[in-house]
């Protein structure tokens, strides 16, 4: 009964992804009966329109869910990580099951009846009010209950772009190859689709009255099944939470480097440690950490402000570090000292021109901007603090047009000097494996995305010397190690753990 | 043989319905050509003729479902193209074979429909639906609660009566009223119908194919053949 343990300890979490899930499903199905009703009533009266509508339903139906998300993400006023663009997404898929059964339910009625209301005298308007939308309301409803299930169902999904719900322990656990936190989120979303159907099914029965159906025994059967094997796969999966610190990291090399050093420096203390490594990204570490699931990973400083805080880009690192620990502190963890490094972004040349050129620093690029050809990644030359905002903060003016081309050709480009400067990553394992060299931010353009290991307050205290260990790394990673190491692992294919021990070993901790 | 113009001899009212030189078709078919029509208020009108003989088409001209492609339909002294649609359907009561109760509402909310379109108060509605169902012999106490599915195929058909008499319209149209019935309900509902005429005497024009209830309940008997309208002899028997 792991699962009803897990369920227990994160009762309050739990009950809020419910409600957040709820709030997802019910306004996407009210917008999308708000839309699908009158589209319906189009599709039934004119079928001329109707039929390309239904079948611009049908298309929306069929792309795949995630994809779907994924082509939302760049749109301008829907687009963008939150429920904003999930809502969009289930609105979407609950248009056809609406606009559909509006417009079958229409249809069906018998036209003697039509026909009696309009020699009766009724308007178009009274005929629609009194007579077609009062009987095809059971229809109605039965498209708004398919809907509802389908919407909670797909809902999951949304975690997948950070819109919250119960698809979030589904991700979770996935990530974390953990079945107990899949069956977290995925048997209280089974239930909610089931109660809906109940609900929804006694209204759509209470509207025709006298008019029994028998379709309930197939999503009954179907989610009993469902549960079912849900129940003897979580009773067969899954080891037994661990009593060892969890390290987990997000999903790129640099992290998982990173996740390893952790767990590695906390093992030569004697520490027993669990790997969670490559757990997805920001958003997924951040509430698995904040839920338990795993004691410590690696955030950066710019990053956890921005995009896990919601707090505005502090340029001064000892003021975005505080900001920082004041933030995490009020939810119950902690930020150990900065590794070191910064992996912002870079302004990068050639190792061999900035030696014989005698560059240092950005300021010392105005000397070559009238000779020298940028290049740039697609996001770093459209950003308005990317590109347009280092001209001006460091009065750069390129007389050649930048290149804009892939942020992954941009190093070559610069190694095989077809650009003469670009703006890259600050820790790739490129610009050491190139022969480049990075230009110091002198003017302190960049915002700052220092290393720092967030770790669960309440670990720190029951276990001393996991500070006391990671504090050790304090200021040890430079750029140059981080770029190695990525480099060992990227370029050279070289293995992490290996990777890892050999640093710690040349460290001496 | 029969007189082959509709004009009642002796009178001197206006018609109530008086189509001139009426011409109708389906695309290439012509259902209705030059036919000449007028009905005195209070006469019952039997018009009897082969399916697609134009008999619906004629009454959907009188109550402005259709309307004519030449010649006029006059209805109450107005061209049916000047009128209104919805108020002239409101003055004429529709009986149709298929019936069309409303399946969602009760027996007397079905009879008090068109009331209710015409905004009576509530307690006005339900007292006429009483009304209205007594007279067709279905007792309200036991049947205005109902809905329509649990009524025989006869017993909906007088409510289908009585819903389209509910605001006492001077016209009654009625397109095969008993057709979809069995031979013993519908020698009751014809009988019923003519005790119902004598009391209220409304303007009827219903269209059958049974020759012997055209006979029975119409005042006059018109053929639709080949698009033409002639008239029988007056019913024998009144």
């Known amino acids: ?13 739990l009950a809020a992804m419910v409600e957040r899930h709820l709030f997802l499903v019910l306004w996407s199905t009210l917008v999308a009966t708000a839309i699908g009703l009158p589209a319906g009533i189009i599709a039934a009266h004119r079928p001329r329109i109707g039929r390309p509508l239904l079948a611009a339903a049908s298309i929306a139906q069929t792309i795949p869910s995630l994809a779907l998300l994924g082509f939302l993400l760049p749109l301008p006023f829907i687009g963008g990580i939150g429920p904003r663009i999930a809502i969009v997404a289930l609105i979407l898929y609950a248009l056809l099951p609406i606009v559909r059964s509006t417009a079958a339910g229409l249809r069906s009625i018998d036209p003697a009846v039509i026909e009696a209301g309009v020699a009766m005298g009724m308007t178009p308007r009274q005929l629609l009010w009194l007579v077609e939308l009062p009987l095809a309301l059971p229809s109605i409803v039965s498209g708004i209950r398919i809907a509802t299930i389908v919407g909670i169902g797909t809902a999951t999904i949304a975690a997948a772009i950070g819109a919250g719900g119960l698809g979030e322990y589904i991700f979770r656990g996935l990530s974390m190859v953990d079945s107990t936190v899949i069956l977290a989120g995925a048997i209280p979303a089974a239930l909610l689709a089931l109660l809906a159907d109940g609900v929804l099914t006694w209204v759509e029965r209470r509207l025709s009255p006298g008019r029994h159906r028998l379709a309930r025994a197939a999503p009954i059967a179907i989610a009993t099944a469902a549960l079912l094997v849900a129940t003897l796969a979580a009773a067969e999966l899954g080891p037994a939470r661990p009593s060892t610190i969890v390290i987990g990291s997000k999903n790129f090399t640099e ?10 420096t906390l093992e030569r203390r004697g520490v027993a440690v669990t790997r969670r490594l490559n757990l997805g990204g920001s958003f997924i570490c951040d509430r698995a950490i904040r839920s338990g699931d795993i004691d410590a990973y690696v955030e950066y400083t710019g990053t956890a402000l921005a995009a896990i805080l919601k707090q505005p880009v502090v340029k001064d690192p000892e003021a975005a570090l505080a900001a920082l620990r004041d933030a995490y502190g009020r939810a119950g963890l902690s930020v150990l000292p900065p590794l070191g490094f910064n992996n912002t972004f870079a302004i990068v040349v050639r190792r061999a021109d900035a030696e014989t050129l005698g560059l240092e620093t950005i300021d010392d690029l105005r000397r070559m901007d009238a000779q020298w050809r940028p290049g740039f990644g697609y996001e770093f030359a459209e950003r308005t603090d990317g590109y347009a905002g280092l001209a001006s903060a460091y009065g750069l003016r390129f007389t050649a047009p930048p290149r804009v081309m892939d942020l992954d050709l941009v190093y070559r480009a610069l190694a095989t000097k077809q650009v003469d400067v670009i703006a890259g990553d600050a820790t790739s394992g490129l610009i050491k494996a190139l022969d480049l060299a990075m230009l110091q931010d002198n003017r302190g353009y960049f915002p700052p995305y220092h290393a720092v290991p967030v770790v669960r307050s309440a670990v720190l205290l029951a276990h001393p010397e996991v500070r006391q260990a990671l504090t050790q790394l304090a200021g040890r990673i430079s750029e140059d190690d981080m770029r190695a190491m990525n480099a060992a692992v990227d370029v050279d294919h070289r293995d992490v753990a290996a990777t890892v021990r050999a640093f710690l070993a040349r460290l001496g901790t | 043989m029969p007189d082959p113009r509709a ?19 389906y695309g290439p078919r012509i259902v209705l050509d030059d036919l000449t029509l007028s009905i005195d208020a209070g006469e019952s009108v039997a018009l009897v003729g082969r399916s697609g003989a134009g008999k619906s088409t004629l009454l ?15 209805v109450e002294g107005r061209d049916t193209r000047e009128w209104d649609p919805i108020a002239l359907r409101r003055r004429t009561g529709y009986v149709l074979q298929e019936i069309g109760l409303f399946p969602h509402l009760t027996i007397e909310e079905n009879v008090a429909l068109v009331p209710r379109l015409e905004g009576w108060t509530e307690a006005r509605r339900t007292a006429r639906a009483h009304e209205l169902l007594e007279l067709v012999g279905l007792p309200p106490a036991e049947f205005a609660a109902r809905w329509p599915r649990e009524l025989s195929g006869g017993q909906r058909q007088r409510v289908g009566v009585a819903r389209a008499l509910a605001v006492d319209p001077p016209i009654v149209l009625m397109d095969e009223p008993f057709g979809a019935l069995d031979a013993i309900t519908r020698q009751e509902l014809r009988a019923e119908f003519q005790r119902i005429r004598r009391q209220l005497r409304q303007t009827v024009v219903f269209v059958t194919h049974d020759m012997d209830e055209a006979f029975a309940l119409g005042d006059r008997v018109g053929v639709l053949e080949g698009g033409r309208l002639t008239f029988a002899r007056a019913a024998a028997t009144r």
Do not use: D, Y
């Open chain 1, 255 to 264: 992290q998982v480097v990173l996740g390893e050093l952790l767990a590695q």
């Open chain 2, 7 to 25: 004009h009642i001899s002796g009178t001197e009212t206006t018609p109530v319905v008086s189509l001139a030189s009426v011409r109708f078709t």
């Open chain 1, 1 to 13: 009964m792991r699962l009803l343990s897990f369920w227990m300890s994160h009762r309050s979490e």
């Open chain 2, 60 to 74: 959907k001209l009188i109550n402005c479902l259709l309307l004519p492609e030449s010649g006029t339909v006059i």
